[in-house]
T-cell receptor, first 111, second 113 residues
Framework: GQQLNQSPQSMFIQEGEDVSMNCTSSSIFNTWLWYKQEPGEGPVLLIALYKAGELTSNGRLTAQFGITRKDSFLNISASIPSDVGIYFCAGFPRNTGKLIFGQGTTLQVKP | DGGITQSPKYLFRKEGQNVTLSCEQNLNHDAMYWYRQDPGQGLRLIYYSQIVNDFQKGDIAEGYSVSREKKESFPLTVTSAQKNPTAFYLC????????????FGQGTRLTVV
């Protein structure tokens, strides 16, 4: 089945640093979604992308839908302690109703 | 308030018993999804439904069953055939399957003893 490869698996950074994570697949996707999950809670939607090449921002977060439609990245600028959590990419592969997820990137921020 | 409600937050069951997890949404969304999350892992798709009275297996459907008799409800039954049912279960919904945002409930943590 379709797979999403998310990297890096974890990051430990200093407050104020920028962060970048990405997802790739061998399949074409119609939609890319980025989520943040905190312990014991459901994932919260951060950014949604619908068109190849689309670049969308949400505050300090910026995400892009890759031109090939097989990848996406998320950048967080000037990280702060409350950015700590697990970030997931997710997407709808073309011609399916499935929403599949990457393995997640665990972000830790040192004040 | 519009949203997705999963209940209960915590559930304990004895091994060999079936258990049903509730998921209700008042967002008027057509599509609904069930995921399983194990510690330190990503979300794995159990079942999804694109429309009322229709559903499809996800990647790990064995030992689970669902129904979609009403647009707003998508209950998941964890049967005794599921070999390792202890996990965090998450329900989501979206306007349609394929080109829309999906929103999650708060999850149900199931512990089987």
């Amino acid at each position: 089945g379709q797979q999403l490869n998310q990297s890096p698996q974890s990051m430990f950074i200093q407050e104020g640093e920028d962060v970048s994570m990405n997802c790739t697949s061998s399949s074409i996707f119609n939609t890319w979604l980025w989520y943040k999950q905190e312990p014991g809670e459901g994932p919260v939607l951060l950014i949604a992308l619908y068109k190849a090449g689309e670049l969308t921002s949400n505050g300090r977060l910026t995400a892009q839908f890759g031109i090939t439609r097989k990848d996406s990245f998320l950048n967080i600028s000037a990280s702060i302690p409350s950015d700590v959590g697990i970030y997931f990419c997710a997407g709808f592969p073309r011609n399916t109703g499935k929403l599949i997820f990457g393995q997640g990137t665990t972000l830790q921020v040192k004040p | 308030d519009g949203g997705i409600t999963q209940s209960p937050k915590y559930l304990f069951r004895k091994e060999g018993q079936n258990v049903t997890l509730s998921c209700e949404q008042n967002l008027n969304h057509d599509a609904m999804y069930w995921y399983r999350q194990d510690p330190g892992q990503g979300l794995r798709l159990i079942y999804y439904s694109q429309i009322v009275n229709d559903f499809q297996k996800g990647d790990i459907a064995e030992g689970y069953s669902v129904s979609r008799e009403k647009k707003e409800s998508f209950p998941l039954t964890v049967t005794s055939a599921q070999k390792n049912p202890t996990a965090f279960y998450l329900c989501a919904s979206s306007m349609g399957a394929g080109m829309s945002e999906a929103f999650f409930g708060q999850g149900t943590r199931l512990t089987v003893v």
